[in-house]
DNA sequence: GAATAATGTCAGTAACTACTGACAGACATA
DNA sequence: TATGTCTGTCAGTAGTTACTGACATTATTC
């Protein structure tokens, strides 16, 4: 039991998220992934079988967290505009640590369906947890109470929205960047939501 | 001049633009965009000259729109929840309007670069017209004056965000759909920015 | 009815690509 | 040293696919 399966593992799963997240799946060859990882294409097949395979274990071994729900249950402080901010801190910190994996099951969500599903569960779990943060600060007063629900979705949309917006790094909004806008953003909904 | 000629390269464009939107570039062939289209492999190359400008010409012929700036120019009557509501609807009508080619060009970001950015506009322009709103509805003391462009930015993205999550309409939440998000949105944005 | 333009048919090419088999060399462990 | 595990090499297969050429067919126009 020497590691070196696993780092060859690795390697190969690495680079297959690089360049499938780059180029998309039919745009990349399992020699081209082969060989960025610096090994061979059959080395690459006798580890998963198949270009498809290959793909759904990068899924399997590289995407973390089912513990959002927990994350924040002890950092809230029932203080509106500072529990908004670690709120979405913490979704841009999940979206991005799998920015790449976001962007394949974006783009292959004919080949991976079930993969979407998979990755969806964060915002799914962020929305419930913001619904019933919400809620609860409504009944201690210190937040409007109707349609919580629905102020769970705008934050949450305009927060996707950003990070969607941000995925290719292409600069779309070349005056906008992440950071002022989070701080922005939060204190906007803050004065909405402030009874 | 018979329109034979243009009747047959329209049923190819269309025919590309559902299935690539459906499959992706690389994940549909030729020989099945002209049958879908009703016509031969033969006939979309004579039309055509290749693949990919054949997806050029789709992106040449069927994108509308930089006609956002005098649209609703007449349309505004200076009250804030009232103006949003007409501003995003006008939004998400442009966006479902050219769905498909939306969904294309984030996803063959790598085939099309210049696409993404001739799509962009549109956006580009109902932040400038946005924020030039927000300037003057602040002038008119019905605003707060705070910054109008990362306000106007927020509920962009808010917006861009729901449409993103609509458009592979694979139901990402359930209970939610886009009619009431967008009034809701209005009524949080309005209370928001109300001084 | 003849000329013209658009499309169909069919066979084929050249390039690519996922995937395999046989064999050999490297490296660790024992 | 011997053995097993992992990887490289190389040649090859079978399937796919963008794209072409030669010729026949249909529809339109004059």
Redesign the interface.
């Known amino acids: 039991m020497d590691g070196r399966k696993q780092v060859t593992g690795d390697r190969l799963l690495l680079a297959a998220i690089d360049l499938i997240s780059?180029?998309?799946y039919?745009?990349v060859t399992t020699e081209e992934i082969a060989t960025t990882a610096g090994l061979t294409e059959k080395t690459l097949f006798r580890h998963f079988g198949t270009k498809l395979n290959l793909l759904e274990s990068a899924f399997e071994r590289f995407h973390y967290a089912e513990e959002m729900k927990i994350l924040f249950k002890e950092k809230l402080e029932w203080e509106l505009e500072a529990d908004l901010l670690t709120i979405c801190r913490a979704y841009h910190e999940i979206m991005n640590r799998d920015r790449k994996l976001v962007l394949i099951s974006?783009?292959?969500?004919?080949l991976l369906p079930e993969f979407?599903k998979r990755m969806?569960q964060h915002?799914?779990q962020l929305?419930d947890v913001l619904t019933n943060y919400f809620v609860e600060m409504g009944e201690r007063g210190r937040m409007i109470r109707a349609?919580p629900?629905?102020?769970a979705?705008?934050f949450?949309?305009?927060?996707?929205?950003?990070f969607?917006?941000d995925l290719?790094s292409?600069r779309?909004?070349p005056?906008?960047t992440l950071e002022?806008?989070i701080l922005?953003?939060v204190k906007?909904?803050a004065?909405?939501?402030t009874p």
């Open positions: 780059a180029k998309g039919n745009g974006l783009r292959e969500q004919v979407k969806h915002p799914l929305l349609n629900r629905m102020h979705f705008t949450m949309m305009a927060h996707f929205g950003a969607i917006n290719d292409g779309n909004y005056d906008i002022p806008f922005e953003s906007l909904f004065r909405a939501l």
